[in-house]
Nanobody, 119 residues
Framework: QVQLVESGGGLVQPGGSLRLSCAASGSIFSINAMGWYRQAPGKERALVAGIISGGTNYVDSVKGRFTISRDNAKNTVYLQMNSLKPEDTAVYRC??????????????WGQGTLVTVSS
């Protein structure tokens, strides 16, 4: 099945930056959309940023600070996070959906990478 490998999480001070990466592996015919979600302690999982052929979208709280991008040749999505705030602390997971070689739809989640913003 399609698997996602994430990297880039860690501990950073407020105002700092991190860049998350998520690479999809396995037999993939095409990718329709990629996105980053996060879940903070005691909170529901929420979409942070998404990217499709038509553009990108962000939750209001990260607009101007986060940038999502992708490398189609590498089946990789990135999340550049600048001006990080303590409230950004969460487990971040990437999500990819698309089509398998047999044309079945797939949706895959990364294992999660912890981002901690603290002094």
């Amino acid at each position: 099945q399609v698997q996602l490998v994430e990297s880039g999480g860690g501990l950073v001070q407020p105002g700092g930056s991190l860049r998350l990466s998520c690479a999809a592996s396995g037999s993939i015919f095409s990718i329709n959309a990629m996105g980053w979600y996060r879940q903070a302690p005691g909170k529901e999982r929420a979409l942070v940023a998404g990217i499709i052929s038509g553009g990108t979208n962000y939750v209001d709280s990260v607009k101007g600070r986060f940038t999502i991008s992708r490398d189609n040749a590498k089946n990789t999505v990135y999340l550049q996070m600048n001006s990080l705030k303590p409230e950004d602390t969460a487990v971040y997971r990437c999500n990819v959906n698309g089509s398998l070689p047999d044309y079945r739809h797939f949706e895959s989640w990364g294992q999660g990478t912890l981002v901690t913003v603290s002094s």
